[in-house]
């Protein structure tokens, strides 16, 4: 006999701790994925219950209420109202952060007049002893009727009590739900209710006012159902926002006396910690100033730290490789893996010490509650480029990866400050081109000290505000071409401030470094194999003549030996399949300085901007005893027919602009893809991208060559 | 009589209560985020580069944009 697998969805307001919970309760056993139709992150992990049952934990998106405000919240609560939800629980844990009582019973009153069994983690006991504010949580189960257990999701106190209430949750004998229900129905309601029941499968009264409330936004119903319902609400004059008013103000009328009985405060009005780091940080001058200061240090620490481990990455891979040529036979095989698979995943791996400093800085300031105070700081001047106070976080999350970033705008209710934030977002500086500003970098500039910075840093920062400046130029294009009349409001809560919860850190870190190293990093490998076959294969006749004319040319020549193989090994390249592919293209970026081995970068970087750097290396060092120089040695070697350097300094230039402004990435097109649902934004995104890198490249090539 | 004064006529670090909402959109957010007819506020900062309002509600912090603040009317002080 086998059961259907029970959900329990994991639901609270923002910033209750429902993130530290989920980890508690879950550990490592998640599963990140997105909800069906949308990139809204899903996390979800399972469990095994005291009575061996196993049960799927959901992580839905914190709201405040039924009454969505943006993509995500509606997320949430669609899988409560639609029955046919893949993730319509059969039971809920509700996370409640008891220093806000009050307001988060808003949700848990609507959730319970939904008629789901609800457990409720009562969290944040702690800050609630130091503000002196008590909760008698017995009197409060049994004023409410639900059961309320104190946890603490940071140090995990509580979660076993509440693990071992799970199965007598899941159970039929319905504990957990209430038979009456908070919110007493006008009469005009209970009329459209029951309409609404007769045509819809509906839980309750409640369940069916809210599918009429939510009329013209619902999408999971068919066509004809939607009309149905639609032309009920509109026969019976149904008003979803004075309806939607008239039930919160019932709702807090019935549980604000309750709260009065359970809690004792003493609200004294000193000033609390938030208000002291809020009188400096959201400081009408300290503020911005800090906020710059902060993003500089981003800049030094993705800059300056992660040098040590990658190049100490790169040497022992490196090393791997040359002491496998010397000691494996030289076939086709030992040369995939050494040529091919070992710098391929040396690519991948380099990466991660960038990718873990930068994420551990940003969810940092996540954590802590610096976000938000940034958010509202720059939400005036972001309104000016037509983007959304919110957009800051996806403009900074860009210098990460723009993928996550352009995902993260799923909070801006708007969609034309959405669509502008993911339209500008990847022209931030992300993570990918760091590696190739990298090795680009020393040909622009000598590295040397100008007081505490140094200056290839000062020239990465450069090319980051050169990348945050068209970001908004090119939003302020938009927001003059697009056109909208939807709601746009900023009405944010700032956290107060916390101490970070390193276990929360944690699991995000390991989450985002993972889905990079299995995600981007299966797609920079693959294009790092197909990149050494093309590179090393070509037609049989015009290799084998490649070989000859080498021959012959090192014999007129008289050259040594070596001189004659580096001669054949350049030769048979060129007449390779990737040799072709860069040829082809030559002719268009040659205006830009780029010569045909570049081009075959830009192809294959497409898959991701970091693939330049291994393909400039693949490409110099096949054939050559090379793979323990490093790359930007064999790049000053490389000398073109006529001898003269490939790489100058223009040519560095143009290139590293190129990169700056050009939409390189597949991954991130897909995304928007996702994201907008129609294909005519990514197109718009890379012909826009990738225009403006040509003409830039181009002019800069030209005066500076 | 003056019209009620709202959130953007506040003195940093003054204190009100509210009053009414006069935007019903701005009323359900904000009631859901706890901040209700009769919660007594005060204004904390206003942002640096202008356009928004930053406000605590007992033990709770808020920021709203100018157009946001002039909906929430404050009660008279008696």
């Given at each position: 006999m086998s059961?259907a697998?029970?959900?329990?969805a994991l639901l609270?307001?923002?910033?209750?701790g429902?993130s530290?919970?989920f980890n508690q309760?879950?550990?490592?056993?998640?599963?990140?994925?997105?909800?069906p139709?949308?990139?809204v992150?899903?996390k979800s992990?399972?469990?095994?219950l005291?009575?061996?049952?196993?049960?799927e934990?959901?992580?839905?998106?914190?709201?405040?209420?039924?009454?969505?405000?943006?993509?995500?919240?509606?997320?949430?609560?669609n899988?409560l109202?639609d029955v046919?939800n893949?993730?319509?629980p059969?039971?809920?844990i509700?996370?409640?952060?008891v220093?806000?009582?009050e307001?988060?019973?808003?949700?848990l009153t609507q959730?319970?007049?939904?008629g789901f069994?609800v457990?409720?983690?009562?969290n944040?006991n702690?800050?609630?002893?130091?503000q002196?504010?008590?909760?008698?949580?017995?009197k409060?189960?049994e004023?409410?009727?639900i059961?309320?257990?104190?946890?603490?999701?940071r140090?995990?106190?509580?979660?076993?009590?509440?693990?071992s209430?799970?199965?007598q949750l899941?159970?039929?004998n319905?504990t957990g739900?209430?038979?009456?229900?908070?919110?007493?129905?006008?009469?005009?309601?209970k009329?459209?209710?029951a309409?609404?029941g007769a045509l819809l499968?509906?839980?309750?009264?409640?369940?069916a006012?809210?599918?009429?409330?939510?009329s013209?936004?619902i999408?999971?119903?068919?066509e004809?159902?939607k009309?149905?319902?639609?032309?009920i609400v509109?026969?019976n004059?149904?008003?979803?926002?004075n309806?939607?008013l008239?039930?919160i103000?019932?709702?807090y009328?019935?549980?604000?006396?309750?709260?009065?009985?359970v809690l004792s405060?003493?609200?004294?009005n000193?000033?609390?910690?938030?208000?002291k780091?809020?009188f400096?940080?959201?400081h009408?001058?300290?503020?911005?100033?800090?906020f710059?200061?902060?993003?500089?240090?981003?800049f030094?620490a993705?800059?300056?730290w992660?040098?040590?481990?990658m190049?100490?990455?790169?040497?022992?891979?490196?090393n791997?490789a040359?002491?496998?040529?010397?000691?494996?036979?030289n076939?086709i095989?030992?040369r995939?893996?050494?040529?091919?698979l070992?710098p391929g995943?040396?690519?991948?791996?380099?990466f991660?010490?960038q990718?873990?400093?930068?994420?551990l800085l940003?969810t940092?300031?996540?954590?802590?509650?610096?976000?938000a105070?940034?958010?509202y700081?720059?939400?005036?001047?972001m309104q000016?480029f037509?983007?959304?106070?919110r957009s800051?976080?996806?403009l900074?999350?860009g210098g990460?990866?723009?993928?996550?970033?352009i995902?993260?705008?799923?909070?801006?209710?708007?969609?034309?400050e959405?669509?502008?934030?993911?339209?500008?977002t990847?022209?931030?500086?992300?993570?990918?081109?760091?590696?190739?500003f990298?090795v680009?970098?020393?040909?622009?500039?000598?590295?040397?000290?100008i007081?505490?910075?140094?200056?290839?840093?000062?020239?990465?920062m450069?090319?980051y505000?050169?990348?945050?400046?068209?970001?908004l130029i090119?939003?302020?294009?938009?927001k003059?071409i697009?056109?909208?009349?939807?709601?746009s409001?900023?009405?944010?809560?700032?956290?107060?401030?916390r101490?970070?919860?390193w276990?929360?850190?944690f699991?995000?870190l390991?989450?985002?470094?993972?889905?990079?190293m299995?995600?981007?990093?299966?797609i920079?490998?693959m294009v790092?194999?197909?990149?050494?076959?093309l590179a090393s294969?070509?037609?049989?006749?015009a290799?084998?003549?490649a070989?000859?004319?080498?021959?012959i040319?090192?014999?007129?020549?008289?050259?040594d030996?070596q001189?004659t193989?580096?001669l054949i090994?350049?030769?048979?390249?060129?007449?390779?399949?990737a040799g072709?592919a860069?040829?082809?293209?030559?002719?268009?970026?040659k205006?830009l300085?780029?010569?045909?081995k570049?081009g075959i970068?830009?192809?294959?970087?497409?898959?991701a901007r970091?693939?330049?750097?291994g393909?400039i290396?693949?490409?110099y060092?096949?054939?050559?005893?090379a793979?323990?120089?490093t790359i930007?040695?064999?790049l000053q070697q490389?000398?073109?027919?006529?001898?003269?350097?490939v790489?100058?300094?223009a040519?560095?230039?143009?290139?590293?602009l190129?990169?700056?402004?050009a939409?390189?990435?597949?991954?991130?097109?897909?995304?928007?893809?996702r994201?907008?649902k129609?294909?005519?934004?990514?197109m718009?995104?890379?012909a826009?991208m990738?225009?403006t890198?040509?003409i830039?490249?181009?002019?800069?090539?030209?005066?500076?060559? | 009589?003056?019209s009620p004064?709202?959130i953007?006529e506040?003195?940093i670090?003054e204190?009100a209560?509210?009053g009414e909402?006069?935007?019903?959109?701005?009323?359900c957010?904000?009631?859901?985020?706890g901040?209700?007819?009769?919660?007594s506020?005060?204004?904390m900062?206003k942002?640096p580069?202008?356009g928004a309002?930053?406000?605590?509600a007992k033990n709770?912090y808020?920021a709203l944009?100018s157009?946001?603040?002039?909906s929430?009317l404050?009660?008279?002080?008696?």
């Amino acid at each position: 006999m086998s059961e259907a697998l029970q959900k329990i969805a994991l639901l609270g307001n923002p910033n209750a701790g429902k993130s530290s919970l989920f980890n508690q309760l879950t550990g490592l056993r998640q599963k990140v994925g997105n909800f069906p139709g949308v990139t809204v992150e899903r996390k979800s992990g399972f469990i095994k219950l005291d009575d061996k049952r196993e049960v799927e934990i959901i992580d839905l998106p914190g709201t405040y209420s039924l009454y969505p405000t943006s993509l995500d919240e509606r997320i949430a609560v669609n899988a409560l109202i639609d029955v046919n939800n893949k993730d319509y629980p059969d039971a809920i844990i509700y996370i409640l952060d008891v220093t806000h009582l009050e307001r988060h019973l808003l949700l848990l009153t609507q959730i319970v007049d939904l008629g789901f069994p609800v457990l409720v983690a009562l969290n944040m006991n702690d800050i609630a002893a130091q503000q002196n504010i008590q909760c008698d949580e017995k009197k409060l189960s049994e004023a409410l009727g639900i059961e309320f257990i104190k946890i603490n999701g940071r140090t995990g106190e509580g979660i076993d009590i509440i693990k071992s209430k799970l199965p007598q949750l899941l159970s039929d004998n319905k504990t957990g739900v209430r038979t009456s229900s908070f919110y007493e129905l006008a009469v005009d309601e209970k009329n459209i209710a029951a309409k609404v029941g007769a045509l819809l499968p509906v839980k309750n009264e409640y369940h069916a006012l809210l599918l009429a409330h939510h009329s013209k936004k619902i999408n999971f119903l068919k066509e004809d159902k939607k009309q149905q319902l639609l032309g009920i609400v509109q026969q019976n004059n149904f008003n979803p926002i004075n309806n939607q008013l008239d039930e919160i103000m019932q709702r807090y009328n019935k549980f604000t006396p309750i709260v009065n009985t359970v809690l004792s405060r003493s609200f004294n009005n000193a000033r609390t910690l938030t208000d002291k780091i809020d009188f400096v940080i959201t400081h009408k001058f300290f503020g911005p100033l800090i906020f710059f200061a902060l993003m500089l240090f981003i800049f030094q620490a993705i800059f300056a730290w992660s040098v040590i481990p990658m190049d100490w990455i790169d040497q022992q891979f490196a090393n791997l490789a040359t002491y496998l040529q010397t000691v494996l036979p030289n076939t086709i095989l030992s040369r995939l893996l050494t040529e091919g698979l070992i710098p391929g995943i040396s690519g991948v791996m380099v990466f991660v010490p960038q990718i873990t400093i930068l994420f551990l800085l940003i969810t940092l300031l996540e954590e802590v509650g610096y976000m938000a105070r940034a958010v509202y700081m720059f939400d005036n001047i972001m309104q000016k480029f037509g983007l959304n106070g919110r957009s800051i976080v996806a403009l900074i999350s860009g210098g990460a990866c723009a993928i996550p970033a352009i995902m993260s705008t799923r909070t801006i209710s708007n969609w034309k400050e959405r669509l502008i934030t993911i339209m500008v977002t990847p022209l931030i500086s992300c993570s990918a081109r760091i590696p190739v500003f990298a090795v680009l970098i020393g040909f622009i500039i000598p590295s040397f000290k100008i007081g505490p910075f140094n200056s290839q840093g000062l020239v990465f920062m450069v090319l980051y505000l050169i990348g945050i400046t068209a970001a908004l130029i090119a939003s302020y294009v938009f927001k003059k071409i697009l056109k909208s009349e939807e709601f746009s409001f900023l009405m944010l809560e700032l956290p107060e401030y916390r101490k970070p919860h390193w276990k929360n850190v944690f699991y995000t870190l390991y989450e985002k470094v993972s889905s990079f190293m299995f995600g981007a990093g299966k797609i920079i490998l693959m294009v790092s194999l197909v990149l050494w076959f093309l590179a090393s294969f070509g037609p049989k006749k015009a290799m084998q003549e490649a070989v000859n004319v080498a021959t012959i040319e090192s014999s007129l020549l008289h050259a040594d030996k070596q001189t004659t193989e580096l001669l054949i090994a350049s030769k048979k390249l060129e007449a390779s399949y990737a040799g072709y592919a860069g040829r082809l293209i030559e002719p268009v970026i040659k205006p830009l300085g780029f010569d045909w081995k570049i081009g075959i970068a830009l192809i294959t970087s497409f898959a991701a901007r970091e693939v330049f750097v291994g393909t400039i290396s693949t490409l110099y060092s096949i054939g050559k005893n090379a793979d323990n120089m490093t790359i930007k040695q064999k790049l000053q070697q490389e000398k073109n027919a006529e001898g003269k350097s490939v790489f100058t300094m223009a040519v560095a230039l143009s290139l590293v602009l190129f990169y700056l402004f050009a939409m390189q990435c597949m991954s991130t097109l897909a995304t928007v893809y996702r994201e907008t649902k129609s294909w005519k934004w990514p197109m718009i995104q890379f012909a826009y991208m990738t225009g403006t890198a040509y003409i830039v490249s181009f002019v800069v090539y030209q005066i500076f060559k | 009589m003056s019209s009620p004064k709202n959130i953007t006529e506040l003195q940093i670090g003054e204190n009100a209560v509210i009053g009414e909402f006069s935007n019903c959109h701005v009323a359900c957010k904000l009631m859901a985020m706890g901040l209700l007819p009769g919660s007594s506020i005060s204004l904390m900062r206003k942002a640096p580069f202008g356009g928004a309002y930053y406000i605590k509600a007992k033990n709770h912090y808020v920021a709203l944009r100018s157009n946001e603040a002039l909906s929430v009317l404050l009660s008279p002080v008696l």
